[in-house]
């Protein structure tokens, strides 16, 4: 277990729709990264966030976005949704930044119909 | 781009057997980390090798680093069925952790 939480583990919705995605970092870790996987793309980091602000970002779409809570939860929001957005969704925590070991969530599987 | 690349994209061995998997960059790095995932699961990480760092051991893995070639081997020894999964290594660029495309490895009993 590594003590990073993500839900839900499935979500299937349709195109054009808005989902959520939520995380909860292991305990005592300040990072919070997102990463999508897919068979084409292989796993892309998104976005990191340090204690509440944005640190990093990778390949996002402008139809993303994430934030992270006082509490150190991060959601990931996917808006206008399009069948190519189908993929494992990741969420990972570490202590501070890139250059540490990441721990990841089981993933959140989405599937756009 | 500074995604590693792993080498080779599948393998496959006998119970016993060790395997090797390769990874090479591009540009210059900190660390280079490698992870396993099992099949629809999370990754887990498995060895961080700073750039000042030739070769680290953690139980049966061995990972080296040659930072003049850009690459970095993970060995696992004495492989187990426990084993079969997706290897990737990863490296930190710009604040950020790069992935391969991972090595898939199948352990047959």
């Known amino acids: 277990d590594s003590g990073v939480t993500q839900t839900p583990k499935h979500l299937i919705t349709a195109t054009g729709q808005r989902v959520t995605l939520r995380c909860s970092p292991r305990?005592?870790?300040?990072?919070v990264y997102w990463y999508q996987q897919s068979l084409d793309q292989g796993l892309q980091f998104l976005i990191q966030?340090?204690?509440?602000?944005?640190?990093a970002k990778g390949n996002i779409l402008e139809r993303f976005s994430a934030q992270q809570f006082p509490d150190l939860h991060s959601e990931l929001n996917l808006s206008s949704l399009e069948l190519g957005d189908s993929a494992l969704y990741f969420c990972?925590?570490?202590?501070?930044?890139?250059?540490?070991?990441?721990?990841f969530g089981d993933g959140t599987r989405l599937s756009i119909l | 781009s500074q995604q590693g690349e792993e080498d080779p994209q599948a393998l496959s061995i006998q119970e016993g057997e060790n395997a090797t998997m390769n990874c090479s960059y591009k540009?210059?790095?900190?660390?280079l980390q490698w992870y396993r995932q099992n099949s629809g699961r999370g990754l887990v990480h498995l060895i961080l090798?700073?750039?000042?760092?030739r070769e680290k051991h953690s139980g049966r893995l061995r990972v080296t680093l040659d930072t003049s070639k850009k690459s970095s081997s993970l060995l696992i020894t004495a492989s187990r069925a426990a084993d079969t999964a997706s290897y990737f290594c990863?490296?930190?660029?710009?604040?950020?952790?790069?992935f391969g495309q991972g090595t898939r490895l199948t352990i047959n009993p």
């Open positions: 090798i700073r750039s000042n760092e």
């Open positions: 990972a925590s570490s202590v501070a930044g890139a250059d540490q070991p990441q721990h």
């Open positions: 540009t210059s790095i900190n660390n």
């Open positions: 990863a490296t930190d660029w710009s604040q950020k952790l790069v």
């Open positions: 305990s005592g870790d300040l990072s």
């Open positions: 966030y340090y204690n509440g602000e944005e640190r």
